[in-house]
């Protein structure tokens, strides 16, 4: 397949090099400064270099790579709430073409479920977003081989950043703010950490999910989640979990009628209390009991193997 | 709870008892040995001297954890040492949940923050930790044991983020099994 790719952050640079070795040529690239495009397919590690040099991908003007041929666009822009633009806008011109959309974004899918569907729906193209929760854990299309109304509830660890931080209050006694800061010197956590441990990036996986639960009617958004964050944990919180054979994860739960996530008190050993940066997905199916997927769900190469695995899906 | 045989998986189980003791010095007592030595922890004694039943007896309400293995033998136990149990087993409390709260727990009442809890019906602190680590005027946390009415945590959890929402408290809340195994 032709991929476009917009955004060239870790997600896009890694789609961009990883694309050849799943047999796609990537055509277009753009970022917030310009676009790089090739008809005959882009050289990955031409672009990477420029983007390093210069901070761009390219000088090209981005409608060339948004109107150039491709068949399906790779929506790895970063997360705006609300609205979801500019990134909404690029999926609308990639459905109104006729083409396939594939997010990385959590924005759109999170935030206008319903008009991207129905953007589909009077599409030839596919909406994919297997990306959006979990990075590599397949949780989107394991609730869609299940079907979603024989999924009663996904819960799971959604992000790694806090439970990283938990993970480290948990084993070496830190307050909140050294393992914060631990985290930040690791690459782990953002200079601005608020999105990860004030729960919204957690609690924007929440809405997906809870949307391919309902299958948008009704339809959730960033507003209808219940979220608290982990900011408010203190050491002493830790401690007396762990006495009592316990600990404490950032939890978000996504059903037919809610989506709510907050710390969560489970058992230090169960099976919800993954280590680190590692995410976890638990599916209470209708006949088959409780599945566990747990995995890498963050990160370049990780998130871009279930946006290639997306691509693979479509026609 | 640590003394449970191996074949005692259950965990212990929240009971209401209620005696009827005649007026003697010592009925109470009598009553509550058999408790103790059945491994029975006791939540609380309500023992109403002055409302005395038409045989001229004094009610007493016991509330007690046991492994449900050994309420039976318990039960056995409080009549073979005369004791009148008059009613035995109803599980008025019956579901266990811990719930952490952290924040200016001491400036802000401890001992008013667990009667708020208990002044829901049916909820029972049967246990608290604390930890104050920066000493009484500092953020501490706690870590409480509540004892509810069984299938119904979620109206106990939402009695509890209120009022760790009146209080300025952070709380975190067990995470509740809705069904499907562990």
Known sequence: MRVAIAGAGAVGRAVLELAGGYGHDVTAIFDSSGAAVDTDGLDPETVLDRKEQTGSVGSADRDRALDGPYDVLVEATPVTLGDAQPAFGYCRRALERDRHLVLANKGPVAERYSALRALEADSAGTVRFEATVGGAIPAIRTIEDYGPSKVRAVRGVLNGTANFVLTRMAAEGLGYEDALLEAQDLGVAEADPSFDVEGTDAALKGVILANVLTGGDPEFTLADATVDGITDIPASALELAAEDGQTVRLIGEATRETVRVGPRLIPEHGTLAVSGTRNIVQLDTEHAGRLNISGRGAGGPETATAVLADIGRLG | ?182
């Open chain 2, 1 to 182: 709870m640590t003394d449970g045989t191996p074949e005692e998986t259950s965990q212990a189980q929240a009971y209401t008892v209620r005696l009827e003791l005649v007026d003697e010095p010592g009925a109470l007592l009598d009553a509550l040995r058999p408790i103790a030595d059945h491994g029975g922890n006791l939540l609380s004694i309500l023992h109403e001297r002055g409302n005395v039943t038409p045989r001229g007896r004094i009610p007493v309400e016991i509330d007690l954890e046991i492994h449900p293995e050994r309420f039976d033998d318990l039960v056995e136990a409080l009549r073979t040492a005369g004791v009148n149990v008059v009613e035995a087993g109803e599980e008025r409390y019956s579901e266990e949940l811990t719930v952490l709260l952290s924040g200016p727990l001491v400036a802000t009442d401890l001992s008013d923050t667990i009667s708020e809890l208990e002044a829901e019906s049916n909820v029972a602190v049967t246990d608290i930790s604390l930890s104050a680590p920066e000493g009484a005027d500092a953020t501490a946390s706690a870590r409480f044991r509540l004892a509810t009415d069984r299938g119904d945590p979620e109206s106990t959890l939402a009695h509890v983020r209120a009022l760790a929402d009146r209080k300025g408290l952070t709380v975190v809340e067990p995470q509740i099994d809705h069904g499907g195994e562990a």
